[in-house]
T-cell receptor, first 115, second 112 residues
Framework: QQQVKQSPQSLIVQKGGISIINCAYE??????FPWYQQFPGKGPALLIA?????SEKKEGRFTISFNKSAKQFSLHIMDSQPGDSATYFC??????????????FGKGTKLSVIP | NAGVTQTPKFQVLKTGQSMTLQCAQD?????MSWYRQDPGMGLRLIHY???????DQGEVPNGYNVSRSTTEDFPLRLLSAAPSQTSVYFC???????????FGPGTRLTVL
C-alpha cells in the first residue's frame, strides 16, 4: 500500500516558470511533511517542510501548500532556474514508538528546467 | 563535520557473495537508517536504529542485517547477495527529537 502518492513522475518547465509537484497521503496520523531535493549522484537533502497546523510555508522561491481536508500537499517553485533541475521527493512521517519518526517517501519527480 | 559518510561508493558483487556497506556519522545523532532507491520506487526504508544496541525493521528488510554497536556507525550487511538487491543505498541520520534527516552520498551496488 503506497501511503504517499506523488505526481507527476517528470516535469519540464521553462526558465522563469512555475514548477508544481503534488502529493497525496492516506494516513491522517502523519504530522510532518518534508520535501527533499536530490541532484544526480548525491543523497537527498531537506528543502522545506510543513506541519499540518499551517496551510502554507514559504522559503525563498519554494512554497509548500497544505490542504488537510483533502490530504494533499504541493511544492511550488517560483521563477524556476536550470539549477533547480533535480529529483524532488515528498515525504510524510508520524511518531512511532520511542520517539522515532519513520519517513514514508513518494516515488519522486524529475524536474528539468530548460533555458 | 563530515556529516554522514558511506563506503564504498560503488560495488559489484556476484550472486551469493556477502558484503557490508559502511555508514558513519559525526553529528552524535541517535537515529540512523538505511534506504534503498530504485528507479520509479522512491526511497524505501530497510532498517533503522534509535540508539546503540537498538535496531528495527523497515519496509523492505529481507536479505539485510544491521547492528548498532556505537552511536557513530550503522553497517548494513548483505549475507547472500541477489540480483534483486541491485540498487543505490543511502544511509541517513537525525536527532531523535527532530525530523530533519541527513543523508549520505550513497553506495551504488550491482549484483550480477
Amino acid at each position: 500500500q503506497q501511503q504517499v502518492k506523488q505526481s507527476p513522475q517528470s516535469l519540464i518547465v521553462q526558465k522563469g516558470g512555475i514548477s508544481i509537484i503534488n502529493c497525496a497521503y492516506e494516513n491522517t496520523a502523519f504530522d510532518y511533511f518534508p520535501w527533499y531535493q536530490q541532484f544526480p549522484g548525491k543523497g537527498p537533502a531537506l528543502l522545506i517542510a510543513i506541519r499540518p497546523d499551517v496551510s502554507e510555508k514559504k522559503e525563498g522561491r519554494f512554497t509548500i501548500s497544505f490542504n488537510k481536508s483533502a490530504k494533499q500537499f504541493s511544492l511550488h517553485i517560483m521563477d524556476s532556474q536550470p539549477g533547480d533541475s533535480a529529483t524532488y521527493f515528498c515525504a510524510a512521517s508520524m511518531r512511532s514508538g520511542a520517539g522515532s519518526y519513520q519517513l514514508t517517501f513518494g516515488k519522486g519527480t524529475k524536474l528539468s528546467v530548460i533555458p | 563535520n563530515a556529516g554522514v559518510t558511506q563506503t564504498p561508493k560503488f560495488q559489484v558483487l556476484k550472486t551469493g557473495q556477502s558484503m557490508t556497506l559502511q555508514c558513519a556519522q559525526d553529528m552524535n545523532h541517535e537515529y540512523m537508517s538505511w534506504y534503498r532507491q530504485d528507479p520509479g520506487m522512491g526511497l524505501r526504508l530497510i532498517h533503522y536504529s534509535v540508539g546503540a544496541g537498538i535496531t528495527d525493521q523497515g519496509e523492505v528488510p529481507n536479505g539485510y542485517n544491521v547492528s548498532r554497536s556505537t552511536t557513530e556507525d550503522f553497517p548494513l550487511r548483505l549475507l547472500s547477495a541477489a540480483p534483486s538487491q541491485t540498487s543505490v543505498y543511502f544511509c541517513a541520520s537525525r536527532e531523535l527529537a527532530y525530523n530533519e534527516q541527513f543523508f549520505g552520498p550513497g553506495t551504488r551496488l550491482t549484483v550480477l
